[in-house]
């Protein structure tokens, strides 16, 4: 079955400033996609960036971006520019090739500081 | 972007009653459908995977009995907590992927969630 960790279950960052949030999952698959999700407080899940596993480069979304590290099963985000509206929990994804569920890491809650 | 909606948004009920939640795509069809449970500061568990034409799929642990899921349209799945409990107070989210094109990414839509309280 495959897994997702998320070690860091609180982080604080100040306005303006660069944060990395850290995800590490486990597959045996070779098709599958990654994915960065924002909860905020109403509790809507908003889509921030998703990674095929099959591309090389990282992904890119305006402030955000991933360093996608396959070999090592290493899905990181960071967050540029911090704003007071990044503030939430951040959820970490994995979703198998076809119509299958996402698997979801613990979460990571951010903290912006103005 | 596609819609999903959920209803209701929220609901209390009394232990022991039956409380119906709905979840539609609304500009898109869909044949499968997610069902998640969030308990608080948690994160997302999937529940069971809803099929538009046949029987749930329930993750171990999710009582089918008790959760009862209903894909009876290609917009439509319903789950229904009976003989609800104040353990089952959650916040319940569906999600629907939205098919693109052999080989395409087939994009995932959350609806808003709703949650449950029993009394």
């Known amino acids: 079955a495959q897994t997702v960790t998320q070690s860091q279950p609180e982080m604080s960052v100040q306005e303006a400033e660069t944060v990395t949030l850290s995800c590490t999952y486990d597959?045996?698959?070779?098709?599958?996609?990654l994915f960065w999700y924002k909860q905020p407080p109403s509790r809507q899940m908003i889509l921030v960036i998703r990674?095929?596993?099959?591309?090389?480069q990282n992904a890119t979304e305006n402030r955000f971006s991933v360093n996608f590290q396959k070999a090592a099963k290493s899905f990181s985000l960071k967050i540029s520019d911090s704003q007071l509206g990044d503030a939430a929990m951040y959820f970490c994804?994995?979703?198998?090739?076809?119509?299958?569920?996402?698997?979801f890491g613990k979460g990571t809650r951010l903290s912006v500081i103005a | 972007g596609a819609v999903v909606s959920q209803h209701p948004s929220r609901v209390i009920c009394k232990s022991g009653t039956s409380v119906k939640i709905e979840c539609r795509s609304l500009?898109?069809?869909?044949?499968?459908m997610f069902w998640y449970r969030q308990f608080p500061k948690q994160s997302l568990m999937l529940m069971a995977t809803?099929?538009?034409?046949?029987?749930?799929?329930?993750e171990q642990g999710v009582e089918k009995d008790k959760f009862l899921i209903n894909h009876a349209s290609l917009t439509l799945s319903t789950l229904t907590v009976t003989s609800a409990h104040p353990e089952d107070s959650s916040f319940y989210i569906c999600?629907?992927?939205?098919?693109?094109?052999?080989?395409?990414?087939?994009?995932?839509?959350f609806g808003p969630g709703t949650r449950l309280t029993v009394l």
């Open positions: 597959t045996s698959e070779s098709d599958y996609y």
């Open positions: 809803s099929n538009e034409g046949s029987k749930a799929t329930y």
């Open positions: 994804a994995y979703r198998g090739s076809g119509n299958t569920p996402l698997v």
């Open positions: 500009d898109f069809q869909a044949t499968t």
């Open positions: 990674q095929e596993a099959y591309k090389q």
């Open positions: 999600s629907a992927p939205r098919l693109a094109g052999f080989g395409s990414y087939n994009e995932q839509f």
